[in-house]
């Protein structure tokens, strides 16, 4: 099947054909942005269902970025409604268990709240017109059109051609080949991701160590483990280490193995506390192996007519800060907007040019957020002897606050600039 779109037009005003490529969290946000200006969007992912696959754990949407998005989509009150503000608390332990440092949320403090992944991507999808997101299509490649324009071809033979594709399909995407030759490279990190169920009733003795939200404990050694707090009485688990990302082949490790796992990680971690080692050994379900990745930062490119990138596909980046979604979901809203002002009786730029401006605000304001992401998690998992105490997160929560009022106000001038152009 074919679906042949209009040709792309330079002319201010024109009606594009726009194709999102990723129904994660930047994606649908863009998508959502964009039916409230009122552009038509074709979502197409490769899951089969918006639900059909574990999303992984919690978020936490800071109010500087994420939060921002989500007002310009108009569902900020509903993140509100299942976010959990208790979910900001963290402790700090050694591998004895030894609480190190601990932050508290106080009354009111919504600046970076959490919320379950898969909680999240639902939320964004039931806010899209029905039929917006195209289940079960995977991206194979991407044939530039010579006049701006590309035809996408998924795996099931299906062809689809758009004056715009936008990637926000992730680390491996399929889009990014069109404007970078960059790719992830490993940061030498790998880590187990494990789950608890019911863990109030069925681990209180794991519950009481993770608390309301999040517990991080590492030894010298650059060996840690993360505890999570999710919703349904979930705690997800991330058990960490310095390896190369076949580690388990020169371990004899099978990864389909729960106990081969086990017997390895209790060797590995003999000299943590009996207590701390139950948060790797005592999880439900296999253990999900991970490595984390990085694309190169600040990455930027030359733009391209007829394609752009947000999100993991634009600065994939270590999760430390947890930067990585919130810019993902911002770069989507931004890019909407940005789209809007090409569209309609009043535009007064090109499609490309719009894009052209976007792509250079989101590299100023993704960059240096990558680069020292990536640099916190290598300083993080570094052999130490020095103690490891968080940031201050009561500091970090007065920032969130302070850059979402002036990112409103340099939005607001921008835009009246632009008006006024």
Known sequence: MTNSARPNSARPGSTPR????GGGPAGLTCARVLQGHGIEVTVYDADDAVDSRDPGGTLDLHADSGQIALEDAGLLDAFMSWARPQGQAKTRRDEHGTVLAEFVPGPGDEAAPEIDRGR??????????PGTVRWGHRLVRVHPLGTGGHRLEFADGSTVEADLVIGADGAWSKVRPLVSDATPRHLGVCFLDARFDEADSRHPEIAGIVGAGHMFSKDDDGRAVILQRNGDGVVRGYIAFRAAPDWHVAAGVDLTDRESVRSHLVREFGHWSAAMRALIVRNDGDYVPRSFRALPAPLTWEH????????DAAHLMAPFGGHGANLAMLDGAELAHAVSRAVG??????????????????FVRSGGLAASSNDALVRFFATTDEPDLPPDHEQEHRDHLTRARAYRQERARRRGERAGA
């Open 304 to 311: 391209v007519p007829g394609v752009t990138l947000i999100g």
């Open 18 to 21: 726009i194709c999102v490529i």
């Open 345 to 362: 009786p009043e535009a007064a730029v090109t499609l490309h040019e719009a894009v052209a401006q976007h792509e250079s605000d989101m």
């Open 120 to 129: 999240l991507r639902r939320m964004l999808f039931d806010h899209l017109r």
